[in-house]
């Protein structure tokens, strides 16, 4: 079963826009992770914010961490078309195994 | 490095058949798990393997198998296939808390 549940589902922005999306789990977590996944592709590792962390930089890319409330959000600024991926949350609870939400699918229009 | 080689990339097989899927891990990788993705049931975690034993397995059936090799590559089987088996098989090593994904085996079930 999923832990996490990301929204929006979809998003659709203009290519220099931000892109805001959000993630939420159920119990507490080593680290949350952040990968894209092209379309019909594996996924790639974005970003990792542990759990004693509350925010985490990455190029364009800006993670926070609310462990009170059990959500995380990601922050991809001056979209690209590059960009237009899935975004997946991944809760890391120390069990040898991710489990992922079910993700965003980001469209950047040129 | 060489990154996380998974094959076939595609197949398609009948129901009622087997299938063995193979991921050669990152040098010096020792951690492999496989995961499962379907449009409807997302991101599923199958199992983990590390110096050729498995330390977590997810909810799938017994039909579901895996093995790891004393040079950490890894193969799963999946017998008498269900169309539902049909999904992208991914596998992932592990570096510490980071994780890399193959780019997946796709795997039609007709």
Redesign the interface.
Known sequence: SQQGEEDPQALSIQEGENATMNCSYKTSINNLQWYRQNSGRGLVHLILIRSNEREKHSGRLRVTLDTSKKSSSLLITASRAADTASYFCATDHNDYKLSFGAGTTVTVRA | KAG?TQTPRYLIKTRGQQVTLSCSPISGHR?V?W?QQTPGQ????LF?Y?SETQ??K??FPGRFSGRQFSNSRSEMNVSTLELGDSA?Y?C?TRDG????????S?LTVV
């Open positions: 996380v951690s798990s995961y997302g991101l599923q975690f983990e590390f330390r977590n997810g909810n992208l991914l992932a808390n980071t994780i890399y994904f193959g780019e997946g796709w």
